[in-house]
């Protein structure tokens, strides 16, 4: 794996809510370590993204992904013998993981159980620290809440649901768990991920009403397609001093540009680039939100307009988030250097026109978030 640039991202680091912890505003994700990702160059793309100033990483015992009963927990360990590896790096990095939901369709997750109790949430993150070879976990993160909501393709709040899944921990319970992680020493910061404005919100009630642990920060989709948290989870986050950080922001690879050319994501004719991406490798993504028709008609739509005023779609869908005041730190996840790079670079994006960010929004009036 060869390099294409050096420059040093070094802008000023922002506190995560109301804590202490404050962090790069580029955050390197490593779900592709140990699926797509070799562990050598995993190694070489952490090595790298750390020359470049870029000190945050975020992971989770559930990675890589797409997740299997064969590499469930690769990635950590991947990470674990890079520090191992490197004496010294571990402090110069801050770590994110994060303790999987309800593991429906995947027994192998710690049993298959359908709760996340205070004794799982305790040997998970147990389990993560001996993984990842470190002390303590910088921000520890519920992967998926412990109930139904509206996420990963699904439109709407369906109470049956919810009834059926209804877990035997309640919020309170969870967050009591992960407040003894903190008490304990062994994580500094606790967080959500794919939450619902509700959910966020009665974490910080609770932990306000019992004296717990606050959540510091809501990890979400968010991208030029998937713009829900525009729709009431900016404002709660706001007013709750609580910090989003921000995955797929290249929509899954599809606001890169690379698949724009291809009649279908099964393309025999597409360029080797599209070939290699995730959405063409792995069938199970084609039926998904990130390859759902609409979306990739709305991709184009952006990726159009990006070239339109003289830049890469890649740069235009990073800068949407990178000069975003919704976004703490935003997540980039790369196969290479050359991907790695590609995404650093676009930090020196110029700012967004207010004449761009009017077409942007005209076209989510049109297609609005295809990929939520």
Not at 57 to 86: C, H, L, Q, R, S
Not at 353 to 362: F, N, R, T, V
Request: glycine letters at 6%.
């Amino acid at each position: 794996m060869q390099n294409t640039s050096s420059q040093k991202i070094s802008p000023e680091k922002r506190a995560l809510g109301q804590s202490g912890l404050k962090v790069h505003p580029i955050c390197l994700g490593t779900m592709t370590f140990g699926e797509q990702v070799n562990e050598k160059d995993s190694h070489a793309i952490l090595a790298h993204s750390l020359e470049r100033g870029v000190d945050f990483m975020d992971t989770a015992e559930m990675y890589p992904v797409p997740p299997t009963a064969e590499k469930y927990t690769v990635t950590e360990t991947i990470i674990g013998n890079y520090f191992k590896a490197n004496p010294g790096a571990r402090s110069k990095w801050t770590v994110a993981t994060k303790v999987a939901g309800p593991a429906r369709g995947m027994d192998w997750v710690r049993g298959g159980s359908l709760d996340v109790s205070p004794a799982a949430i305790q040997e998970a993150c147990e389990c993560s620290l001996r993984r990842l070879q470190t002390d303590v976990i910088d921000l520890y993160q519920i992967h998926w809440p412990v109930r139904h909501v509206p996420a990963f393709g699904i439109p709407y709040f369906v109470p049956e649901l919810d009834k059926e899944r209804a877990s035997s921990t309640p919020i309170h319970g969870q967050l009591e768990a992960l407040s003894k992680l903190v008490k304990q020493g062994k994580v500094r910061t606790i967080g959500l991920s794919n939450e619902s404005p509700y959910g966020v919100m009665e974490f910080v009630r609770l932990a306000q009403q019992h004296g717990l642990e606050r959540i510091v920060s809501v990890q979400n989709p968010y991208c030029l397609t998937n713009r829900i948290v525009d729709n009431g989870l900016d404002e709660v986050m706001y007013r709750t001093n609580v910090s989003l950080l921000a995955y797929s922001p290249l929509g899954f690879g599809v606001l890169t540009g690379k698949y724009d050319a291809m009649a279908s994501l099964t393309d025999a004719n597409a360029s080797a680039e599209a070939k290699a991406g995730r959405m063409a490798i792995y069938e199970r993504f084609q039926q998904q939100r990130w390859g759902r028709p609409e979306h990739l008609a709305a991709a184009r739509r952006y990726n159009a307009l990006a070239q339109a005023h003289g830049m890469t779609p890649t740069q235009l869908a990073l800068a949407f988030c990178y000069q975003n005041w919704r976004v703490a730190s935003t997540i980039i996840g790369v196969t290479s250097l050359q991907q790695l790079d590609e995404c650093l670079d676009a930090w020196h994006t110029p700012p967004l026109s207010q004449e761009l960010l009017a077409q942007i929004d005209s076209i989510r009036w049109e297609i609005r978030d295809p990929a939520l």
